[in-house]
């Protein structure tokens, strides 16, 4: 009897590691891959950054910060944290920002995606 409701077939095929998820509303676990949830969590910081940029008047000279609590499951709070200190996951709002070619202050997708590496390459 199999243990799992799917089948691998080759698991060598791929470079990707499987991982279980449950999602909202449903009993039955999904397989994802790394890659999956490190884009997850740059969605999530991403729309978590965007609101935040919307709320602050100037976000390049914002006094605040975003702490990811746990990235992983996407819990993330602000944070009177003047300087960006990787190592207590406390991020100033001006470094996870970028001014793009219309001069419209932005979230930085590419920040994100390496500030990921911290959780899930580690």
């Given amino acids: 009897m199999a243990l799992w409701p799917w089948d691998i077939t080759e698991p060598s095929a ?4 499987p991982r279980l998820r ?4 449903n009993n039955k676990p999904t397989l994802t891959t790394m890659q999956e949830e490190i884009n997850e969590f740059v969605e999530a ?8 940029i919307k709320r602050v008047t100037d976000p ?3 006094q605040e ?12 709070r602000l944070s009177d944290t ?11 709002l001006s470094d ?8 419209q202050t932005v979230p930085n997708r590419q920040r994100m995606y390496r500030i990921a ?3 899930w390459n580690g």
């Fill in 14 to 17: 791929t470079n990707r590691v």
């Fill in 22 to 25: 449950k999602l909202p509303g």
């Fill in 45 to 52: 910081l991403y729309r978590f950054v965007a609101n935040e």
């Fill in 60 to 62: 390049i000279y914002c």
């Fill in 65 to 76: 910060g975003i702490k990811i609590v746990d990235a992983r499951n996407h819990i993330f």
């Fill in 82 to 92: 003047l300087r960006t200190d990787e190592a207590e996951d406390t991020y100033a």
């Fill in 96 to 103: 996870l920002c970028i001014v793009d070619e219309d001069m």
């Fill in 117 to 119: 590496r911290n959780y």
